[in-house]
């Protein structure tokens, strides 16, 4: 017994996530085992995915005001891309897959 509470002490982010189903909603919660560098990460990669989410919801907002059309994930991803080297450099820290699945949601 003493093995299997030492290993609920490495608990360090409790993920909570809900679906709205109409009148119904369902809630989960996820734990995630591991210490400080795993909260860390997991927290960048959020990070990461929210600022690519809303930087590209505003580039899509103001491209459709201005144009009357709008694009797509992989033209986002490709400018995103051009712009991490010289303005989001903090994004090599995290996987590529956070900002690009994160964009792939607003199609």
Same mark, same amino acid.
């Given at each position: $017994?003493?093995?299997?509470?030492?290993n609920f002490?490495n608990v360090?982010?409790?993920?909570?996530?809900?679906?709205? $189903?109409?009148?119904?909603?369902?809630?989960? +919660?996820? +734990? &995630?085992l591991g210490?400080?560098?795993v909260? &860390?990460d997991c927290a960048?990669h *959020?990070?990461?995915?929210r +600022?690519?989410f809303?930087?590209g919801?505003?580039?899509r907002?103001k491209?459709?005001?201005?144009?009357?059309?709008?694009t797509?994930?992989?033209e986002?991803h490709?400018l995103?891309?051009?712009?991490?080297?010289t303005e +989001?450099?903090? $994004?090599?820290e995290?996987?590529?897959? *956070?900002?690009q699945? *994160?964009?792939?949601?607003?199609?």
């Amino acid at each position: $017994m003493n093995n299997i509470s030492s290993n609920f002490d490495n608990v360090s982010l409790k993920v909570r996530s809900c679906v709205d $189903m109409g009148d119904d909603s369902s809630c989960r +919660f996820y +734990f &995630i085992l591991g210490g400080k560098k795993v909260t &860390i990460d997991c927290a960048r990669h *959020a990070g990461a995915a929210r +600022f690519a989410f809303n930087w590209g919801l505003n580039l899509r907002i103001k491209q459709y005001e201005s144009d009357k059309r709008s694009t797509n994930a992989i033209e986002q991803h490709r400018l995103l891309n051009s712009l991490k080297k010289t303005e +989001f450099p903090w $994004m090599y820290e995290v996987s590529k897959c *956070a900002p690009q699945e *994160a964009l792939r949601d607003l199609d």
